[in-house]
Nanobody, 119 residues
Framework: QVQLVESGGGLVQPGGSLRLSCAAPGGILSIATVDWYRQAPGKQRELVAVITDKGITNYADSVKGRFTISRDVAKNTVDLQMNIRKPEDTAVYYC?????????????WGQGTQVTVSS
């Protein structure tokens, strides 16, 4: 079992920015599709950004144009740059990677990092 580790969360004002980072041992984040999810209080977990193993990115409509997902191969991290405009961005943010290696499936999550938007 691989534990992903998120970092970079905190308190941010509307109009500010944060950069979240997802790290994992080994090189799995460099070869697999990685997702960022978020879960706001009382709401279901929501997929916000994806980067595939080939570097193709996709975003939820709610964050498109404001969030950028990227992979740093040298650091073996997947980052989420967030330009915060809305208190609705307040949530616990999780990274996830899942797939299969030589036919063996995997599905790894982090513990999450809290982002709180408040003026």
């Amino acid at each position: 079992q691989v534990q992903l580790v998120e970092s970079g969360g905190g308190l941010v004002q509307p109009g500010g920015s944060l950069r979240l980072s997802c790290a994992a041992p080994g090189g799995i984040l460099s070869i697999a599709t990685v997702d960022w999810y978020r879960q706001a209080p009382g709401k279901q977990r929501e997929l916000v950004a994806v980067i595939t193993d080939k570097g193709i990115t996709n975003y939820a409509d709610s964050v498109k144009g404001r969030f950028t997902i990227s992979r740093d191969v040298a650091k073996n991290t997947v980052d989420l740059q967030m330009n915060i405009r809305k208190p609705e961005d307040t949530a616990v943010y999780y990274c996830n990677t899942k797939g299969a290696i030589i036919g063996i499936p995997f599905d790894y999550w982090g513990q999450g990092t809290q982002v709180t938007v408040s003026s």
